[in-house]
């Protein structure tokens, strides 16, 4: 994992539109193989679940497969764009609504910036205006992934990604690392599998990008990065991976999905490999995280990509030995933090959070003598 850059973004991206015809084969390929690897009827009808009626999966790929579908969700790639990244993140950080999330990784990432990469894409940027919310997530996952999996005695580093969308963390990775990685996006939605390979291509040009669906051999000496779907991956695999990651898409996978994922990332990587996931715990997805315990958990926290209460961003590392206690005071630390109450910050909220509601409504009367005794003690007062 070399630093060749600071850039995430080189080239502009353009809006690409789909062949009916490629993105049909991909789709009817799905229906006949995928078998348990299709993926939830969220992400066959980009809807939430609360909005689709039928439990019927042969009516649901029908109507997925339909030319109306086709038009109205995937026919170009700017249409998923909010499905892939959330409304929030797929804003300009120069939108005046995008502000307060600006500013939250800005504070985040100001801090230590140890790889550069805000002062050089947001602060001293001329085009920082072209970077979406997303991209400000780009920075802190390459920050992250440098900080906990960079081996100076590694030439290439192998990156899996389950769940890339249309790879917006591919493309800010190789415009920073360049060909010191090797990476591959599995994903089970036609719509993802075909972006990101058209994507990356136009955006990184100087990598060789490889396609399950282009006949392209899965054989990462020809190329940089490859596309391939979940459910031919396990078979012509022939790789090891330094790194497994996953971001905002086992929060809407069901309970086999996950548990087929993280057993995946445990057989395919090496020993010591890190493994990096970011996902609401309480959205679509509510089941069991079933974490190898030989897997260590270094780092368990909600970041400002958080949009829900418990949004972690955890780092593991693939490790010998049991760390489910070590790692369950990880989780509690990161409930507890959840939980806490806000701090007091008015005179009355002081007062109760110290001695209670009752104190604050029969105190209510003399609050000027307790506003000295409160600046004194919290060291404003002389
Ligand atoms: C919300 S997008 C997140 C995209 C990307 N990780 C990012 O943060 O920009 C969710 C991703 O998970 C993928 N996905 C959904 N269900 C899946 C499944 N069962 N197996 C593999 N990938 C799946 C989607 O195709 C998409 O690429």
């Known amino acids: ?7 995430i973004r080189k080239q502009r991206a353009t809006n690409i539109v789909a062949n009916r015809e490629e993105f049909r084969r991909i789709f009817d390929d799905m229906c006949k193989s995928a078998g348990s690897f299709t993926p939830t009827p969220t992400w066959l009808l980009c809807k939430h679940p609360s909005e689709i009626e039928s439990t019927d999966l042969s009516e649901i790929l029908d ?10 969700e995937f026919a170009d790639l700017d249409q998923r764009m909010n499905g892939w990244v959330g409304d929030r993140n797929a804003e300009l950080i120069s939108e005046k609504s995008a502000l307060p999330l600006v500013e939250s990784y ?3 990432l100001q801090r230590r910036d140890s790889l550069g990469l805000w002062r050089t894409n947001v602060k001293e940027s001329t085009n920082a205006e072209a970077l979406k919310v997303a991209d400000l997530g780009s920075l802190m996952d390459l920050t992250f992934l440098y900080t906990y999996a960079f081996d100076p005695a590694r030439k290439i580093t192998t990156i899996l990604e389950v769940g890339g969308g249309y790879g917006r ?15 591959v996006l599995v994903d089970s ?3 993802s599998l075909y972006y990101s390979k058209k994507y990356l291509e136009s955006v990184c040009p100087e990598i060789r990008v490889g396609s399950y669906y282009d006949g392209d051999n899965f054989d990462m000496s ?31 996978m ?3 999905h996950i548990d087929h994922y993280l057993q995946l990332f445990d057989r395919v990587s090496v020993d010591r490999a890190v493994i990096y996931l970011d996902n609401a715990r309480d959205y679509i997805f509510r089941g069991d995280w079933n974490f190898p315990n030989h897997w260590q958990k270094l780092f368990c926290s909600n970041t400002p990509r958080s949009w829900s209460p418990d949004h972690p961003a955890e780092v593991f590392v693939k490790s010998t030995g049991d760390f489910s206690a070590q ?8 409930h507890f933090v959840q939980s806490a109450p806000e701090p007091a910050v008015t005179l009355g909220s002081q007062i109760e959070a110290l001695a209670g509601k009752r104190v604050r409504t029969v105190l209510g009367g003399g609050r000027s003598q307790l506003k000295k005794v409160l600046e004194w003690r919290s060291g404003k007062g002389n």
């Open 1 to 7: 994992m070399e630093l060749i850059s600071r850039t």
């Open 63 to 72: 109507r997925a497969g339909s030319d109306e579908v086709f038009q109205q």
């Open 106 to 108: 800005g504070s985040f």
């Open 169 to 183: 963390l591919a493309e800010a990775a190789f415009n920073i690392f360049g060909k010191s990685i090797r990476y």
């Open 189 to 191: 939605v036609p719509v």
């Open 222 to 252: 020809e190329f940089d990065c490859y596309v391939i779907p979940a459910w031919y991956f396990d078979e012509l695999n022939k790789e090891k991976y330094d790194v497994c990651i996953n971001i905002e898409s086992f929060q809407e």
């Open 254 to 256: 069901g309970q086999q």
């Open 327 to 334: 790692n369950a005071i990880l989780d509690d630390i990161h």
